[in-house]
């Protein structure tokens, strides 16, 4: 089984919906963890989002880049620029490091409805790069 780590400055939205995608199409190929340079929790909307595709993460925690030093992970994919400039240097090699800047809806400001299909449009953007990582990576 191959490890990912998927990183995003507060682990709260882009790198949580990708952690849920990556889980779904990884199953049993990839072992999948998430963090962030910093921690902001898991965020409500990205929650909700996910939970109209079928995938639950109200049981996911916002954790730090750190606590996972020890492991050696097989692809490291930043998800943010921020982190991506930020993002500590890891003692294991990684098979092949990957980065894209996804779009951040937690961001916007506006009405619910406008809020409500930026976070789908992101969940879009992100699925799709998943589907396309484990095409690519795992078959």
């Known amino acids: 089984m191959k490890k990912l780590l998927i990183i995003c400055t507060g682990n709260s939205c882009r790198s949580q919906i990708a952690h849920g995608f990556m889980q779904r199409f990884g199953k049993e190929k990839l072992e999948v963890y998430s963090a962030g340079i910093e921690t902001h929790g898991v965020n409500p909307r990205a929650i909700k989002t996910m939970r109209k595709v079928g995938i639950d993460l109200s049981k996911n925690t916002s954790n730090l880049v750190s606590e996972y030093d020890s492991i050696t992970f097989d692809y490291i994919l930043t ?3 921020h982190a991506a400039e930020n993002c500590p240097v890891f003692t294991g090699n ?7 800047n996804f ?12 809020i409500e299909a930026a976070f ?7 699925k799709n790069y998943c589907k396309a990582f484990v095409d690519t990576h795992l078959n």
């Open 120 to 126: 789908e449009a992101t969940r879009l953007e992100i």
């Open 103 to 114: 779009t951040d809806p937690s961001k916007l400001k506006g009405t619910e409805a406008e």
């Open 94 to 100: 990684a098979l092949l490091k990957l980065h894209h």
């Open 79 to 81: 998800v943010c620029d």
